[in-house]
């Protein structure tokens, strides 16, 4: 079984609707995040969390919000969803003090 | 803000070796890492490099790492048709990852 999963692994929506992508990680990792993929920007940190009632904004938090529901779960939400927000969607974990993340297989989302 | 760069693409012959290069702002990174994602598929942690070493060697991959430079680059000897992908290079800056934008290697018979 994958350590890390997330759902859906691709969704199509409109303008305006709001989304959840969630991630669940059997790892036992304090540390939760989520990247967004663009095609020659690499990945994009959205939010992080290092325990369940820590929560921190990364490089491009506008326009979504997270959830730390428990330690192995994550999710993100895009309010109302725009067409930018189409990309490759990746939840990882690591361990406190660990030297790498692990990554999900990620969520292709596409805004119509 | 910290900034990791890499070219976007590569293209080498089947056996030939392919040399992946990356430069970093952050000199004091402790780790440097290089990722790989196959189609359609997440991000795979080839390897990693401790700030105080200059080369680790894993089997075909060899790392190399100039801190004076700011430059890590991945080496694969004998590149196969697997090996077609696209490698991230990323560092820790503070206690997140940055990642470069990624280097699509493809791998022509």
């Known amino acids: 079984d994958a350590d890390v999963t997330q759902t859906p692994r691709n969704r199509i929506t409109k303008t305006g609707k709001r989304i959840m992508l969630e991630c669940s990680q059997t790892?036992?990792?304090?540390?939760m995040y989520w990247y967004r993929q663009d095609p020659g920007l690499g990945l994009r940190l959205i939010y992080y969390s290092f325990d369940v009632k820590d929560i921190n904004k990364g490089e491009i938090s506008d326009g979504y919000s997270v959830s730390r529901q428990a330690q192995a779960k994550f999710s993100l939400s895009l309010e109302s969803a725009i067409p930018n927000q189409t990309a490759l969607y990746f939840c990882?974990?690591?361990?406190?003090?660990?030297?790498?993340?692990?990554f999900g297989p990620g969520t292709r989302l596409l805004v119509l | 803000g910290e900034d990791v760069e890499q070219s976007l693409f590569l293209s080498v012959r089947e056996g030939d070796s392919s040399v992946i290069n990356c430069t970093y702002t952050d000199s004091s990174s402790t780790y440097l890492y290089w990722y790989k994602q196959e189609p359609g598929a997440g991000l795979q942690l080839l390897t990693y490099?401790?700030?105080?070493?200059d080369m680790k060697q894993d089997q075909r991959l060899t790392v190399l790492l100039n801190k004076k430079d700011k430059h890590l680059s991945l080496r694969i000897a004998d590149t196969q048709t697997g090996d077609s992908a696209i490698y991230f290079c990323?560092?820790?800056?503070?206690?997140?990852?940055?990642f470069g934008p990624g280097t699509r290697l493809s791998v022509l018979p």
């Open positions: 790892k036992g990792h304090d540390r």
């Open positions: 990882a974990t690591s361990d406190q003090g660990a030297e790498t993340q692990y």
């Open positions: 490099i401790f700030s105080n070493m």
């Open positions: 990323a560092e820790i800056y503070g206690q997140n990852f940055v």
